[in-house]
């Protein structure tokens, strides 16, 4: 079965300091790639999407996700954190020709910013 | 433009009760979706409509969920009767199509405890 696998549950990082969330799919064919981010008692807001094309992908509020299908990864980065960022963060795939757009999560990023 | 919208924010009920949860998707999305997202996972597919249509209902407990887009708008998701383990979020989502790049349109979420 496919599976989206976020390596850390949770990354505390200082105010201001650059920060990475990895995430790594199981796909034996192409992909599309998201990161979504959730607030506190708030829907998920997508940050990026990668779906073709360059693998560097820049999205909202300063971050971006680098492509690798090599390693079969997503990894996001950050190169400075405010305390606004903190949230949680969740990678998603879907497959073309997959089930219709059905996204495939992992289980969460918590990003705690910290001053 | 609005939002997906989802009622109500939170419930809690006994187990063996019913509950019911509405969404109403942004204008002129065809495609609707409803998610279970259980405390410290990612997001579960529950059920794909594309119109009035079921896509993909393949992770819905059939026995106590049920859920119906009528007129292809908006769309209600019941549980009857509910179990300790349906305490979760379920989160609506929309997006204009089907295929598996469209960016989905997360609403609020509902929280639902049961005791």
């Known amino acids: 079965a496919q599976s989206v696998t976020q390596l850390d549950s949770q990354v505390p990082v200082f105010e201001e300091a650059p920060v990475e969330l990895r995430c790594n799919y199981s796909s034996s064919v192409s992909v599309y790639l998201f990161w979504y981010v959730q607030y506190p008692n708030q829907g998920l807001q997508l940050l990026l999407k990668y779906l073709s094309g360059s693998t560097l992908v820049k999205g909202i509020n300063g971050f971006e996700a680098e492509f690798n299908k090599s390693q079969t990864s997503f990894h996001l980065r950050k190169p400075s954190v405010h305390i606004s960022d903190t949230a949680e963060y969740f990678c998603?795939?879907?497959?073309?020709?997959?089930?219709?757009?059905?996204?495939?999560f992992g289980k969460g990023t918590k990003l705690s910013v910290k001053p | 433009e609005a939002g997906v919208a989802q009622s109500p924010r939170y419930k809690i009920i006994e187990k063996r009760q019913s509950v019911a949860f509405w969404c109403n998707p942004i204008s002129g999305h065809a495609t609707l979706y409803w998610y279970q997202q259980i405390l410290g996972q990612g997001p579960k597919l529950l059920i794909q409509?594309?119109?009035?249509?079921?896509?993909?209902d393949s992770q819905l407990p059939k026995d106590r969920f049920s859920a119906e887009r009528l007129k292809g708008v908006d769309s209600t998701l019941k549980i009857q009767p509910a179990k300790l383990e349906d305490s979760a979020v379920y989160l609506c989502?929309?997006?204009?199509?089907?295929?598996?790049?469209?960016?989905?349109?997360f609403g609020p979420g509902t929280r639902l405890t049961v005791t």
């Open positions: 998603a795939v879907t497959w073309y020709g997959g089930s219709q757009g059905n996204l495939i």
């Open positions: 989502a929309s997006s204009l199509g089907i295929a598996g790049g469209e960016q989905q349109y």
């Open positions: 409509f594309q119109n009035n249509g079921v896509v993909d």
